[in-house]
Nanobody, 115 residues
Framework: QVQLVESGGGFVQAGGSLRLSCAAS????????MSWYRQVPGKQRELVAT???????NYVDSVKGRFTISRDNDKNTMYLQMTALKPDDTAVYYC?????????WGQGTQVTVSS
């Protein structure tokens, strides 16, 4: 059974930093595309960043230059380093793994940025 568990969320002032982690179990993350999404109540879930099996990455424009997605295949964990945080970054952050036959989601971790 594949499980993804996010951690590292919290409350931070504008301009601060947080590092989110997404630990996988029941599967290796090696070779799979993984992503971070975020969602604000009443809005659609938004793709924030993606890292592919070749370690190429993409970001939504609003986080470029501030967020960095990475992975440690040996630790079976993906990360999202967030710097220069803004109140607009406040959301529940979810990680996702795209396997050959299914997509798996974590339960989410809350990030709150105060102005």
């Amino acid at each position: 059974q594949v499980q993804l568990v996010e951690s590292g969320g919290g409350f931070v002032q504008a301009g601060g930093s947080l590092r989110l982690s997404c630990a996988a179990s029941g599967t290796t993350i090696r070779g799979y595309t993984m992503s971070w999404y975020r969602q604000v109540p009443g809005k659609q879930r938004e793709l924030v960043a993606t890292i592919r099996n070749d370690d190429s990455v993409n970001y939504v424009d609003s986080v470029k230059g501030r967020f960095t997605i990475s992975r440690d295949n040996d630790k079976n964990t993906m990360y999202l380093q967030m710097t220069a945080l803004k109140p607009d970054d406040t959301a529940v952050y979810y990680c996702r793994l795209d396997s050959l036959y299914n997509n798996y989601w974590g339960q989410g971790t809350q990030v709150t940025v105060s102005s």
